[in-house]
């Protein structure tokens, strides 16, 4: 495998195509099996019905995603010049492709249909292709290569994909007393720091005269604002009191953030500490050596207090932190659970050694028929 390693700043360039597939490969599992997880949880009742239906829906568009740069790479390590292109991982403590592939993937999105005007269409270039093979007695690189390009673009004008930037989609949940109403406000980001995907979770009432989504008013200021704290440096803490201060008649009570990875693998990643031993003892096979890191903040309020203006009182939340430790304090949140999905090979290998920090980590593995069965 060619590959072209940046150790400054941790990225890894697949230059040779069959690793790429490959990679595409791991991850097209990875994510389906990423829904069998959310089932699980959903019936340990660690997720709602809802919960599991954001989640999927996530998910479903960060499999279509890799899906389009599977595409966009399929004959990547065989074109020279200008055209050749190769994607671009982060190695370490993510797995997962860079923030300017998903970053270059939605500009390209932006001017798909363009692109597809300018193209000749899939079964013109197949036949091509077949001709050259047949008459030339030669391999159609340059005919593969625009074949791949026009299928990423039309994957890219298809849409359902993951972006930089899942802008919030308010769910109604019930109507309270007192004419308020409940709501699930989801989105996600792709964090451009860690490189991974992150979804927002946040359940809160509404004590406002006209329904959030349809207050034109309110619900603009509310994407834009959620938007500009997703950041995986802020504490939940900090986002919902930001929240609750800058919004008198949206009371945040919970709030949740889901990291869906890292990804490790011994053949793509750079591992240090008990999960590098894992990886590389369990002698897994292809398409089997891998585990994803899952984890999910928690932040819960646990009363309501009233701050006195000069002519009326307004609702504030207190949040409740986790009182173990003083870890709430410096984690920012009431709970937070970790995570690992991988195969049973590693799992084994995971359970012999038993170290101490993944003793307390939910383990969701995948049994050989793809069967998902949860441990601890």
Not at 12 to 38: C, E, G, N, Q
Not at 111 to 121: I, K, S, T, V
Not at 319 to 347: H, K, V, W, Y
Request: aromatic share 10%; hydrophobic share 40%.
């Amino acid at each position: 495998m060619a590959n072209e390693l940046d150790l400054t700043n941790d990225q890894k360039r697949l230059d040779d195509d069959l690793a790429a597939r490959r990679y595409f490969a791991k991850f097209d599992r990875i994510t389906r099996l990423l829904v069998s997880v959310a089932g699980a949880m959903e019936a340990d009742r660690s997720l709602t019905r809802l919960d599991t239906g954001v989640l999927s829906g996530y998910v479903g568009a960060i499999s279509a995603a890799f899906r389009a740069l599977s595409q966009k790479y399929l004959v990547s390590g065989r074109i020279e010049g200008l055209l050749a292109q190769h994607l671009t991982i982060d190695l370490h403590e993510s797995g997962f492709p860079i923030y300017q592939e998903l970053a270059t993937m939605a500009n390209d999105a932006a001017q798909a249909a363009q692109h597809l005007r300018g193209m000749a269409e899939a079964d013109v270039l197949k036949d091509e292709m077949i001709r050259q093979i047949v008459g030339a007695r030669e391999i159609p690189t340059k005919l593969q290569y625009a074949l791949s390009q026009r299928l990423y673009y039309e994957a890219l004008a298809k849409g359902g994909l993951f972006w930089p930037q899942m802008h919030p989609s308010a769910q109604w949940l019930a109507d309270l007393a007192k004419g308020r109403r409940s709501y699930l406000v989801h989105w996600a980001v792709y964090d451009s720091q860690l490189n991974v995907p992150v979804v927002y979770l946040l359940e809160l009432e509404d004590s406002g005269r006209r329904a959030l989504p349809l207050d034109q008013g309110r619900w603009p200021q509310v994407q834009a604002h959620l938007l500009a704290q997703s950041v995986g440096g802020l504490k939940l803490v900090t986002i919902a009191h930001g929240f609750d201060a800058d919004f008198d008649d949206l009371h945040p009570k919970r709030l949740r953030r889901i990291h869906l990875g890292p990804m490790y693998s011994s053949a793509y990643t750079l591992q240090t500490g008990p999960i590098r031993e894992v990886l590389e003892d369990a002698h897994a096979p292809e398409g089997e050596d891998w585990a994803l890191a899952w984890a999910v903040e928690e932040l819960e309020s646990e009363r309501v207090e009233w701050e006195k203006g000069w002519f009326s009182q307004t609702e504030r939340q207190v949040f409740r932190l986790d009182p173990f430790s003083g870890r709430g304090a410096d984690l920012g949140a009431t709970s937070l659970q970790r995570a690992l999905i991988l195969p049973q090979r590693p799992f084994q290998v995971l359970a012999e050694k038993d170290p101490e920090g993944f003793r307390d980590m939910r383990k969701f593995v995948v049994g050989r028929e793809g069967r998902v069965l949860v441990y601890g």
